[in-house]
C-alpha cells in the first residue's frame, strides 16, 4: 500500500474557534486511529490551532486556496487526494479542486436562508445531523452522503488556561480589520488588568447556562427578546453565559437581557468547559432553524447536565426528553408560554434528569461510533458513480 495514499488534506480556514474547529480536532483524532494522516490548511490568523493538540496533523498556515491547490498538484500520484473542507469553496475553485482531487466536504451549518454554489462541485457532502442533509437535499442536491456524522463530546482542555478553576473572560472576540475593534480590543483587556478576575461559584436558586460562542446563529438577542420577561418573574433564576462573539452579536445580547441584568453574569471564552457543565442546573439551547447539532448540548449531557432545548431539529436528533432534558415550544410561536410552565415545573421541584443513564443514547456520541461512521462514510467516497478507476484505486487504501 503506498503511504501517500493515507493521507487526507483538510482545509479550515476560520479564523475564530466555534464547533467546527472542535469537530475538526476530534476528526482528525479519528481519521489517525483509522490510519489516515491528516496535513491541515488553516488561516495564519487562527494561533488556537496551536493550543488544540492536534498532535495526528501537520498545519500548515496558507494564506490562499492558490497555495493549498498547487501542494495538491505537488508530485503526481496514482490516486487523487482526498480533500476535506470545513467551509464551501467558492465555485470556480471547488470547480477546479474537483478536478484534480476528491473533494468532500462537511456541512457544518444548514442551508437555511444560503445556497452557497460551490457545494454543486462536491464529490461528496457529510451532513453532521439529518437537520443539515435534509436542508441540501431540500436544495436539489444528490451529492449528499445519507446517513448524519453527528460528533462527539470532545471535552480535552482547550486552551493554556485550562486548569479546572473558571475564570471570567472578555466576552467580545475583536476583529482587528475594522478600526473599532482595534480600539477596544487594546483598551478593554488592559481595563481588566486593573480589577481582580472573578472566579465562578455557583449563586442560590436554579441555574442555566449558555456554553456556546455568541454568534448570529445562535439567534439568542431574538430568543432573550421573548423570554428574558418569562426570567423576570423569576428572580431566584441565574443565567450564566460562558462563551464569545462579535461586538455586536455580544451587544445585542445584552440589550436583549436588560431587563434581568442583574440575574445575568458573562464569563467570556472558557478553555475548559468540563469544569463548566457539572456547576449547572440545566444547559439551555438557542433557535433552532440556523444551528447543524448542538455539540454543547451533548457534552452537557455526557457531563451528566440535562438540557432545555427548542423542540425542533437538530436538538430532537440530540435529546431525548425526561432522560436527558426537556423540550418547549420554539417562543417565537407562543410568546414563551411553554418555556415559562417548564419553569415553573422546575422551579416546583421536577426530578432532575440524569443523562448519563441515557447510555444508549450517549453511546451514539463516542468516539468509537463516530469512527465507525466515519470510515463508512469514507468507503462510500469510493463508491460515488463516473470516476470508477479512481474509486477503485481509492477504495484499496480505505
Known amino acids: 500500500m503506498d503511504p501517500e495514499g493515507r493521507l487526507v488534506y483538510q482545509i479550515n480556514l476560520q479564523e475564530g474557534m466555534g464547533g467546527g474547529e472542535i469537530f475538526t480536532r476530534f476528526l482528525t483524532a479519528a481519521l489517525h486511529t483509522l490510519g489516515w494522516r491528516t496535513k491541515l490548511f488553516v ?22 486556496l492558490g497555495e493549498i491547490e498547487a501542494q495538491l498538484e505537488g508530485p503526481k500520484q496514482a490516486t487523487k487526494a482526498l480533500v476535506i473542507t470545513h467551509s464551501v469553496l467558492p465555485p470556480d475553485e471547488a470547480e477546479r479542486f474537483a478536478l484534480h482531487s476528491l473533494l468532500t466536504g462537511f456541512v457544518h451549518m444548514p442551508l437555511y436562508e444560503r445556497f452557497p454554489e460551490g457545494l454543486r462541485h462536491y464529490r461528496l457532502l457529510f451532513g453532521v445531523s439529518e437537520h443539515v442533509i435534509a436542508s441540501i437535499r431540500s436544495r436539489g442536491l444528490a451529492n449528499v452522503y445519507a446517513q448524519p456524522l453527528y460528533g462527539i463530546a470532545d471535552l480535552a482542555p482547550r486552551g493554556a488556561s485550562a486548569g479546572g478553576t473558571v475564570r471570567a473572560a472578555s466576552p467580545y472576540d475583536w476583529d482587528r480589520r ?5 480600539l477596544l480590543g487594546a483598551i478593554v483587556p488592559l481595563a481588566s488588568t486593573l480589577v481582580p478576575r472573578r472566579v465562578f461559584a455557583k449563586r442560590p436558586g436554579l441555574t442555566l447556562g449558555i456554553v ?16 428574558a420577561g418569562v426570567l423576570a418573574r423569576c428572580p431566584w433564576l441565574n443565567l450564566e453565559i460562558f462563551g464569545s462573539g462579535g461586538y455586536a452579536s455580544v451587544r445585542d445580547l445584552k440589550s436583549a437581557l436588560a431587563p ?17 457543565y457539572p456547576q449547572l442546573d ?30 425542533a431539529p437538530p436538538f430532537t436528533e440530540t435529546v431525548i426528553e425526561h432522560q436527558t432534558g426537556f423540550f418547549f415550544t420554539d417562543p417565537r410561536e407562543d410568546r414563551g408560554e411553554s418555556f415559562a410552565r417548564l419553569l415553573e415545573r422546575l422551579s416546583a421541584g421536577a426530578a432532575r434528569p440524569d443523562p448519563r443513564r441515557a447510555t444508549a443514547h450517549l453511546e451514539r456520541f463516542s468516539i468509537a461510533a463516530f469512527r465507525e461512521r466515519l470510515a463508512r462514510a469514507l468507503s462510500a467516497v469510493a463508491q460515488v458513480p463516473n470516476q470508477a478507476q479512481v474509486s477503485a484505486t481509492l477504495s484499496r487504501t480505505l
Do not use: H
Open 178 to 182: 475594522k478600526l473599532r475593534d482595534r
Open 43 to 64: 488561516s495564519p490568523r487562527a494561533s488556537f490551532w496551536r493550543e488544540l493538540a492536534l498532535g495526528a496533523a501537520t498545519v500548515v498556515p496558507v494564506r490562499t
Open 282 to 311: 440545566y444547559v439551555l439551547s438557542g433557535l433552532p432553524e440556523k444551528e447543524a447539532l448542538g455539540l454543547n448540548l451533548i457534552e452537557a449531557q455526557c457531563c451528566g447536565t440535562p438540557v432545555l432545548a427548542v423542540r
Open 260 to 276: 434581568i441584568e442583574r440575574q445575568v453574569r458573562f464569563w467570556g471564552q472558557q478553555d475548559d468547559v468540563a469544569a463548566i
Open 212 to 227: 456556546s460562542r455568541i454568534t448570529p446563529i445562535k439567534q439568542f438577542p431574538t430568543m432573550f427578546a421573548i423570554l
